[in-house]
């Protein structure tokens, strides 16, 4: 990877590689080639311990380790023990650095994938949720859709529900108008009722006043005609040859029956007058009185109807009333639901 070259150990890793020796070739070169690195390795490793020890080097010390040197065996072999540990422990530091490099290396590596995640562009994310965006777009549309139905409904329910109430109202009031002129017409039928008994009463006082005065007019004419009698009787025994007297008497007499006749006469004409205008009274007021019935019959039943009427529009504004109620919980319980969703929606996305 690129990064790597830019890491803090990138010479370590370089001062490590320049221990490995490089394959290339015949095998028998790549085996002088490995000797002659590790000797020149050594070399330098037993000049710093030199110099670490005396202060400094000789120069024929670098080529101590040289094959074409005779000492290079002896000293070898003198510092064979502690050159090996400082290469051990030298090979142990590099390969616990590689180690941790490659730690570094898969952490890297992780960071790069998830920066590639999130640097993915907003088309493709759109492109992969399109199909659900659509299916939820066309949910909203056919929510509102159906929100502006019931809204509608909801609209024609309250009209219908007003035109039902102004029509209860006027069948109310004329219902109470109606009770009113029933009540004034069992007034008025009360009354008339009660004039009726008065002018019976008076007709039937009337006639017992007129049957009374007859009898006494005629009682009064019958004494008067024996009172008559009685004289002219008396009269003719007296004084028999008197004619004078007898026309006198006969005179008064036709007189008094005269004078009684028309009494009787005018109290019977003023007895029919009189019965005549209480028939006609009683005729009128009967008349008023079966118009009166009648109207309260008539009513009675228009009573009835506007009842009948009124029922039906309150069971008619109680299953309207039902189904608003009904409708505004389906339509509380589908917008709880479409906001439900749309929330889902949006912590989703």
Known sequence: ???????????????????QPK????PSASRTIGFESTTAYLNRGYATTLKSKFGSVPRSSESLFDLSNPFTGVLTKMNEKELLHGLNDRFAGFIEKVRHLEH???????E???MKLKAQSPASLAQEHEPELMDLRKLVHDITLQKRQIEIEHQNLEEDFLTLRDKYEQEARDRSDAENGILVLKKEANDAYLAKLQLDQKAQSLVDEIHFLKKNHEDEVSEMVAQIIEAQVTVKAHDFGKPDI?????DIRAQLEGHATSDIQQAEEGFRVQFAKLTKAAESNREALKATQQEIQENRRRLQGKTIELDCGKGMREALEKQLQELEERHHAEMIHYQVDCVCFWIYF
């Open 112 to 114: 790069i994938e998830e």
């Open 23 to 26: 394959l290339t070739g015949s």
């Open 1 to 19: 990877m690129d990064y790597r070259s830019g890491s803090p150990h990138r010479g370590d890793q370089a001062e490590y590689s320049c221990y």
């Open 246 to 250: 007898t026309a006198a008497l006969r």
């Open 104 to 110: 570094q290396n898969e952490l890297f590596e992780r």
